[in-house]
């Protein structure tokens, strides 16, 4: 290593945001085909399908004379993983379809963009506590930088959709640039609520301030954002919106295949489609990683003991730790898509606008005088005006909910019966009568 210190100052400093960016960006394209392969396997389990659990098993026939005699009649069980490879491959051997009169330069913009906006969303997440390694870029408005390269998310889906010379695709487009700005709000205040528990913007600091032992007082575990009363309604207001980023079922509204064919993206085929979709994975891990630095702990163990530090801090379990987390995520995205229906237009409109910003505000808001009730008198004082105001809102909360449903119409309920109740008797018929 002595030849890298023996260089210039500031293209040693090049050189380590460059291997930083590696050791950033790796874990988050890497994993992409398993994630792919883990959502099919996982929807097929809770769907009760088996077509992509058992798909792709290769058997070797036992008469054939030119297999082997230590092969014939074995089976090898790729559990789906073949399905993967083979949607790999065609991807990029199939022939490249542009449609006549698109715009050329924005039509492969687009997905260039998606992909470049969900490489460089984590750059500012910490991996682990080396600051020699991770993160790419350790800046003091890291919260605000994620916020701000995610609503470039939204210019790829319009562009896509505006270039295409589609309607439909237009329309995706269009859906997806409302969806975004509907909930970019509610995200952005659920956040500001934990930038005001942390008092930074800072990623390093959010998960330093995490470290803490939890309340105050017990000490064996850490103080992560979301144990406490604000942190887990910010939490709950902050996935949904991370849903409805990464426009996964069910706010998957802009490529709706039963309204707009794909959406934004029905012009688009082979590799420029397979960016979208590379795009699609990515950003939801990187989110998922985004919710446990924020509101998990970021690469910290649940357990707080002083004999794990050492451990915990390092590059390597840390990275583990976090890769952990992510993938529980993508779970909880997974189990989201294979139960929820797809909303309607305007259920979408209302929830993020009449219901996750409304809370998010109020969360803001409670958090504040907590905050102020703490420092000025004491923190039993704080944790008593936070209680009484949830009870606040929680009341007006069911007082505008009872009167929304007395203005409502009132429609009468319908029910449809899939099966009939009565029971059906076995009814002998001997072969004279079934023969006349």
Known sequence: MDWLHSLNPTIQDVLSAFGRAILAIIPIFAPVPFIIWYERRLLSWMQDRI???????????????????????????????AQSMADGLKLFLKEDIMPDKTDRFLFILAPLIALFVALT??????????????????????????????????????????????KY???????????LISYELAMGVSLAAMVMTTGSLKMTDIVNAQAQPLFGEISFLHNWNILTPMG????????????????????????????????????YSTKRWGLFMMAEYMAMFTFS????????????????????????????MGLVVMLFKGAVGLSVYIWVRATFPRLRYDQLMNLG?????????????????????????????GWITGIVLYAILFFVWAMVRHRAKKLEPQYR???????SSNRRTVEVVSNKEATS
């Open 169 to 179: 695709s237009l329309l995706g487009g269009l859906r997806a640039s409302a969806q």
């Open 232 to 267: 887990f309604i910010s939490a709950v207001v902050f996935f949904i919106c991370m849903l409805a980023e990464t426009n996964r079922p069910p706010f998957d509204l802009p490529e709706a295949e039963n309204e707009l064919v794909a959406g934004y993206h029905t012009e």
């Open 51 to 81: 077509g992509p659990n058992r798909t792709g098993n290769i058997t070797f026939s036992r008469t054939s004379k030119v297999v082997p005699g230590f092969l014939r009649g074995k089976k090898f069980k790729l559990f789906g993983l």
């Open 413 to 419: 309920s319908r029910s449809v019966n899939m099966v």
């Open 121 to 166: 969303l984590g750059c500012t997440i910490p991996y682990g506590g080396d600051t020699r390694f991770t993160p790419v870029a350790d800046v003091n408005i890291g919260l605000l930088y994620i916020l701000a390269i995610s609503s470039l998310g939204a210019y790829s889906t319009v562009l896509a959709g505006y270039s295409s010379n589609n």
């Open 289 to 316: 990683m985004v919710f446990a630095t924020v509101f998990l702990g970021g690469y910290q163990l649940p357990i707080r003991w002083d004999a794990l530090a050492p451990l915990e801090n390092s590059y390597l």
């Open 353 to 381: 606008w009449r219901f996750l910003l409304p809370l998010a505000v109020a969360n803001l808001m409670i958090t504040a005088t907590w905050i102020f009730a703490t420092k000025v008198y004491s923190p039993t004082a």
